[in-house]
Every structure is written in C-alpha cells, then in structure tokens.
C-alpha cells in the first residue's frame, strides 16, 4: 500500500487543522494506521493509532485534543487536531501495517511497514 498525507501549515497556538493519509491498494480495511510524528532534533514518536477492527489508541500529550479516524470506503485516514500548541510542531507521518494482533495497533514505529513522506505542522506562539 503507498500512502500519502497532506494538510499540514503553519498554524496558531490554540488552532486545529486536520491531516488526511492517503492510501492506494484494495484491502485497506485491513490495515492497523497511525500517525507519528518526529520533531527537529527528536527521535519520532506515535500520536495516535486506530486498527482495522476501528479500536483507537493516544498517546498521553494529545489525549482531549486529537482524534484519529478512518474511512475505509474512501481509503483515507485522518488526524484532527485541536487546541494546537507550539510543541505540538512536527513532521506528522501516517503509516499503516497489516492487521496485527495489538488491540489499537502497535505502538512501535518498527511494527508499520508502510509510510507517507510526511506532512509539516508549525504552532506559532
């Protein structure tokens, strides 16, 4: 499967903006997803991960202001963010694996097989 995201910008603190991921291939809705991002000088870490049975998992530091969903019919995944702040600023990369057996989807960045070439979301203050 490739995937491809797009909608990022540059924003205000306290905005929201909504990623969209992309996919091609014909079984998507087999498909664990998740959005990672990795900021400059920072080791890339999850955001959020919603598997194919549709059970979602958050990281901590956007639990209340992310939300990630999916449109299995559409092939496309999406991040909207809310209440945006000036750490939240990152390349933000979708990602998808094979259904796997985790309960929302792996939590570890080795465990996806698949990535978009990432999309930049800058929070000014």
């Known amino acids: 499967v490739q995937l491809q995201a797009s909608g990022g910008g540059l924003v205000r603190a306290g905005d929201s903006l909504t990623l969209s991921c992309t996919a091609s291939g014909r079984t998507y809705s087999n498909y664990d997803i998740a959005w990672f991002r990795q900021a400059p000088g920072k080791e890339r870490e999850l955001v959020a991960s919603?598997?194919?049975?549709?059970?979602?998992y958050y990281s901590d530091f956007v639990k209340g202001r992310f939300t990630i969903s999916r449109d299995n019919a559409k092939k496309k995944g999406y991040l909207q963010m809310k209440n945006l702040k000036p750490e939240d600023t990152a390349v933000y990369y979708c990602?998808?694996?094979?259904?796997?057996?985790?309960?929302?989807?792996?939590?570890?960045?080795?465990?996806?097989?698949?990535w978009g070439q990432g999309t930049l979301v800058t929070v000014s203050s």
């Open positions: 919603v598997a194919a049975s549709g059970h979602t």
């Open positions: 990602s998808a694996t094979w259904s796997s057996r985790y309960f929302s989807g792996p939590t570890d960045e080795h465990d996806y097989d698949y």
